[in-house]
């Protein structure tokens, strides 16, 4: 094989798990009409077509699924095998790639791992920062970070931070027309800002427990975000009750800037974790993240 088929291998596979010639242009750092060449003398080459393309989407054929099948594999083991090589190096190095909510970016992993970036310059960290679950081997995280109760069966996981609430709020303006929820059935007479999962995910639907009855309430409002922290500024504002993690509002609750509800409800969900496939080596880089992200036995961390 010629090396040129290779990198054009390389290429493909970049657009076919991006489905998207932009994305994949900007992961290899080259130009969008350039990769696009490239394809198109693959296949020309293959005498196959490997891709069909819409002006929205990209899509591997049943030639291209079958290639990244192949392909796939061989390249990750290649991968593997360079990280392993490069735990040779005296300094650690490499990308570390991390699927993360808001909430646990801001007060779990940024405080946690400036210090990292700035002991290992050589280290570079990449954060894809949303609340949907993604599947972390077919888009090629390294790791994410997410609650105890969400990860799946055959990852490894850490333990990243102690277990936290969910509590509901909303500035006193808001509740001087309207009474305060007494019970979480309450929250439909209500007006709510709701939290969509991930950016096509469905709404949120509020969780509660209380002396060992659960009770899951879908509420209304005219707000919906995909974020905690404009929940919480919109609650500020008076757009209506938000129901957030509690160490981002507990500095406004005890200045009056927000009332806290239904606060016997407010269930405690098991911490942040992070996670990453069981079968895989981990590099340098990546070892001193987990070691940075660890919460240790008896840890105050948050």
Same mark, same amino acid.
């Given at each position: 094989?010629?090396?040129?088929?290779?990198?054009?291998?390389?290429?493909?596979?970049?657009?076919?798990?991006?489905?998207?010639?932009?994305?994949?242009?900007?992961?290899?750092?080259?130009?969008?009409?350039?990769?696009?060449?490239?394809?198109?003398?693959?296949?020309?080459?293959?005498?196959?077509?490997?891709?069909?393309?819409?002006?929205?989407?990209?899509?591997?054929?049943?030639?291209?699924?079958?290639?990244?099948? !192949?392909?796939?594999?061989?390249?990750?083991?290649?991968?593997?095998?360079?990280?392993?090589?490069?735990?040779?190096?005296?300094?650690?190095?490499?990308?570390?790639?991390?699927?993360?909510?808001?909430?646990?970016?801001?007060?779990?992993?940024?405080?946690?791992?400036?210090?990292?970036?700035?002991?290992?310059?050589?280290?570079?960290?990449?954060?894809?920062?949303?609340?949907?679950?993604?599947?972390?081997?077919?888009?090629?995280?390294?790791?994410?970070?997410?609650?105890?109760?969400?990860?799946?069966?055959?990852?490894?996981?850490?333990?990243?931070?102690?277990? /936290?609430?969910?509590?509901?709020?909303?500035?006193?303006? =808001?509740?001087?027309?309207?009474?305060?929820?007494?019970?979480?059935?309450?929250?439909?007479?209500?007006?709510?800002?709701?939290?969509?999962?991930?950016?096509?995910?469905?709404?949120?639907? /509020?969780?509660?427990?209380?002396?060992?009855?659960?009770?899951?309430?879908? %509420?209304?409002?005219?707000?919906?975000? !995909?974020?905690?922290?404009?929940?919480?500024?919109?609650?500020?504002?008076?757009?209506?009750?938000? =129901? %957030?993690?509690?160490?981002?509002?507990?500095?406004?609750?005890?200045?009056?800037?927000?009332?806290?509800?239904?606060?016997? /409800?407010?269930?405690?969900?098991?911490? =942040?974790?992070?996670?990453?496939?069981?079968?895989?080596?981990?590099?340098?880089?990546?070892?001193? %993240?987990?070691?940075?992200?660890?919460?240790?036995?008896?840890?105050?961390?948050?």
């Amino acid at each position: 094989m010629r090396r040129e088929d290779l990198t054009d291998l390389i290429w493909f596979l970049a657009v076919a798990e991006e489905r998207s010639f932009t994305r994949a242009a900007a992961r290899l750092r080259t130009s969008q009409s350039t990769l696009s060449h490239t394809i198109k003398q693959l296949e020309a080459r293959l005498g196959l077509r490997l891709l069909t393309r819409t002006t929205r989407s990209v899509a591997p054929t049943e030639a291209g699924e079958r290639l990244l099948a !192949s392909l796939g594999p061989h390249l990750a083991g290649i991968e593997e095998d360079l990280a392993s090589l490069m735990a040779l190096r005296d300094r650690p190095s490499g990308t570390v790639r991390i699927s993360v909510s808001d909430h646990a970016f801001e007060t779990v992993l940024w405080p946690r791992l400036q210090p990292v970036l700035a002991s290992y310059p050589d280290i570079r960290l990449e954060f894809s920062i949303d609340n949907a679950l993604r599947n972390i081997v077919e888009e090629r995280f390294d790791a994410g970070v997410r609650l105890g109760e969400s990860l799946d069966k055959d990852m490894i996981a850490v333990r990243a931070s102690q277990d /936290w609430r969910l509590v509901a709020v909303a500035a006193p303006a =808001y509740f001087a027309t309207r009474p305060r929820p007494r019970v979480p059935q309450d929250l439909v007479q209500h007006n709510c800002i709701n939290h969509r999962q991930g950016r096509s995910g469905g709404l949120y639907a /509020w969780e509660f427990e209380k002396d060992g009855r659960e009770l899951r309430v879908r %509420v209304e409002g005219q707000l919906v975000l !995909s974020s905690s922290l404009p929940m919480v500024d919109a609650a500020l504002a008076g757009f209506g009750i938000a =129901y %957030v993690p509690e160490d981002l509002v507990a500095g406004h609750v005890a200045a009056g800037r927000l009332v806290q509800v239904l606060d016997d /409800w407010s269930p405690v969900f098991p911490g =942040y974790f992070l996670y990453y496939p069981s079968r895989r080596q981990l590099s340098p880089a990546m070892t001193i %993240v987990v070691d940075a992200l660890r919460v240790k036995a008896g840890s105050q961390a948050p």
